[in-house]
């Protein structure tokens, strides 16, 4: 996903969004339970693979994968930096498809420490 141009923006978006939130801290060493809404029709894909994909967007992406070179100055402390250090530290993981009769795909997250 961090090679599609059409997923850079979303990750760009989720990853500003949880810097901000997280105030440019990486969490090291806490249990996370991570709680998903996923407000979308079936049709704009798989509950699985909207998770799938939130999770790698929120930890380093592996250092053969070159990022975006368009990042523009204020997103690039965003994508240089990492919410969780590895995925592996979610312990807990509460998913559901909430879906809209009309309208762009969207979701809610929530992490829990």
């Keep these: 996903m961090w090679r599609k141009p059409v997923e ?3 990750i760009r978006a989720l990853r500003e969004a949880m810097f901000k939130e997280l ?3 990486t969490i ?3 249990s996370i339970t991570l709680r998903l809404v996923v407000h979308a029709e079936r049709r704009h894909g798989d509950l ?3 998770l799938t994909g939130i999770m790698d967007a929120l930890q380093t992406p592996h250092s053969r994968v070159g ?3 368009s990042d523009d100055a204020g997103s690039v402390a965003a994508m240089d930096w990492a919410a969780i250090e590895n995925d592996a ?5 509460d998913a559901r498809r909430d879906a809209i ?3 762009e795909a969207s979701y ?3 992490l829990e420490f």
């Excluded at 530290?89 to 993981?93: F, M, R, S």
Aim: with cysteine; hydrophobic share 30%; aromatic share 4%.
């Design 8 to 10: 850079i923006p979303r």
């Design 67 to 69: 990022l975006d070179a």
């Design 48 to 50: 699985d693979n909207f």
């Design 89 to 93: 530290l979610v312990d807990c993981i």
């Design 101 to 103: 009769p009309t309208g």
């Design 108 to 110: 809610t997250l929530r």
């Design 28 to 30: 090291h060493d806490k």
């Design 23 to 25: 105030e440019g801290s």
